[in-house]
Every structure is written in structure tokens, then in C-alpha cells.
């Protein structure tokens, strides 16, 4: 740029624009007329013409006969998750809130189980001036042979489905790992972590019900 | 692109034999690194099918495509942990320019040039080494540079002659040198 004249300096910028062909045509002919005029400039884009030369001259990377494969299992997967997603789409919110409002409690009920007491409590609560004084012993026995947790925890929808209809249960049984990805709308790529820890969740939860 | 938007699923196929290659060509020039470039390419295309129903042919179909891909070069490029990308600007493994010349002479220098400006063409800023590869080899218009970069058009004016007269100066430099490695 330094050897460029001070009378130049106008038209240099306009030099690219030229070789472009970017340039409307009444400053065409004037960069063209200096040009002409001027060995400096006409060297300087012959210069900046060559660039162009070498650019396309450099040879095309191939494109690796696999490529269009790759990107069509990745299309596949896609679609597979789009259908997913208009599937459960279809399921109305108001519909949704019993079952997972269900599935929460399970959750909750199997996070802060506590293993059946092996003693009776210690005290009693007292009951102001019953006729008969409580035998504490009796409120351990009902709770000893009542259902085991882990029956309780095998089927806890029912008893809360019933009390209210839910038109979406028969689909939400199938619900699973991924079906819960695309409920929650995770990403194929970006949420796979938390794709597989859906699916732990999901293995442990039937490790827990069977 | 309208075929597809209709529902003509081979018209995407037509879409990627059509660009793949161009695409992969400025992505590779873009990141210097040929596998990063396969994945944009594919990255291109999947966005290209996620927008298909939204498509709407406000700019040619080209101009959106180069969009596409230079936002997602840009991306790459400014990843904090970016890996180093493979160096194929030595002069044994360097490609040679496309010549006819059998001469073997012919061939070394041409894989001296093809190092040089692949090397030069990489140290040039990001939005300049877009710019002028777009307009000098892949032919858009200053008007569809812009739209592709995000820029003025006097912008891409502007930055398509700085990358142009930086590489034409640097390569001047290195033919006057003997063809050393020039690494400033």
C-alpha cells in the first residue's frame, strides 16, 4: 500500500469493485481512463487479479463418498424424533398434570422411603381422657403386615388415576426413557447426558417396581 | 428449495449433490481443518431440512446457504477450545495448484504456490478470508456477501480489497524471498 502514488489512492479501493464488476458505469469509466493512464495502478491489478487466478486455482477438496450416508442417518434420526414429538404434542397439558403429578409422588415416596421400623416407638401418643387407654402395639402391628413398600411402589396409579379420569394413561403407560426426552423436549445431540441419565432413572424405577 | 418446502424429498438430495461440494470447499478454506468442515457441511444441511417448511425465497437459495455456513464457521472459529487444525501447508504434503503441466518442475511449484496461498489465505482475518472467498471464488455479489456476512456492502467493499491486497503483498513478498516460508 505504501507504494501506491497520492493520486492513485482514489481509485485503488475501486480496483477490487473493478474485478468484481461492482462498480456502476459512470465510475467504471473513470477507474478504467486512470488505469489506462497509470503502469502503477494497471501492475496493481494485475496483481490483485492474479490473487483471484491463485484462489481457484487451489484444488477442490473431495467429498467423501460416505458424507450424504452420514447426513442421512442423521436425518433419520431426526425424523424419528420429530414424530415423537408430534405424537405427545397431541396429549393436552390438563391431562398430563394427574399422571405426572402421580409419577412425582412415586419418585418422592421411593427417594425418602424409610426401611420399616424394627422396634415400637417409644412413647405412645397419649390420648386426652379416652374411656379406653390406646394399646400402642396394636398401631405398630397394622403397620408391620401392612403391604411391603415395595408393592405400595409397584402400583401407586391406580388408586390415583381412579380418582379422577385421565384420557392420556393408556399412552403414558408406554411412556419411556426417550419418550420422556421428547416430552421434556431435549435435544437429540446437545442433551444426550441427560438422555442417558433419563434412562438410569428409568432402569432403576423398574428395578425398584419389579 | 420450493420442491422440498412441497414435499419432493429427492429434492434435498438434489440440494446436497448441488452444494456439498462448494460448501465444503470455503468451509475447509475457512477452518483449515477438513473434518471440522464435514461436520458444518452436514451441520449446513440439517438446518437446511429443519427450515425447509419456514423457507421462504426472500435472497437466492445460495446466498441463505453461505449464511448459514459462514455463521457456523464464524462459531467454530471463535471456539475457546478450538483444536489445532492439520497443517497441510508443508511443502511435500501441500496440494498443487491445478495445473495441466507434467513437467515435475512445473508440479513442485505449483505445490509451493498452492502451500503459500492456502497459508497466506489462512492469515487473513476471519470476515475478510470469507468475504473475498466468496466473491472471487464461489462468484456471489457484493450484495449477497453482505447478506451471507451480515455486513454492509460497503463493508464487504471494503473488506474483500484488504484481504486481496494483503494476500497479493504477501505473496509478492514471498516469490521475492525464493518461496521461503514466510512466516511473519
Redesign the interface.
Known sequence: VAEIAAGCRAFDEDLSALLDGELGAERRAEVEAHVAGCPGCAARLAELHAVDGALTALPAPAVAPDLGARLEHRLQQERYFESHRKRFRRISVPALVLPLAAAAALVLYLALRVPAPTQAPVEPIPVAKAPVAPDPAPQVARREPAAPPSEAAAEPAPQVAGAEPAPAADELDALDAEDLAVLLELETIEDLPVIANLEVLERLLREEAG | MLALRAGDASAF?QL?RRW??PL??FL??MLRD?GA??EL??EV??RV??ARDRYAPEARFSTWLYRIATNLALNELRRPRRREPHRSTDEEGA?????EAAAPEAVVDARR??AR??RE?ARLPEKQRAA??L???EGL??AEVAEALEVSEQAV??L??RA??A???R??AGAAGGGSAGGE
Open positions: 438430495d446436497f456439498s461440494a465444503l470447499r475447509e478454506r477438513a468442515a464435514e457441511v452436514q444441511f440439517l431440512h429443519r496440494p498443487a495448484l491445478a495445473v504456490m498452492g496461498v492456502e489465505l473475498l472467498w466473491t472471487a471464488v455479489s457484493y467493499k471494503a474483500v480489497h486481496r491486497s494476500l497479493a503483498e505473496l509478492r
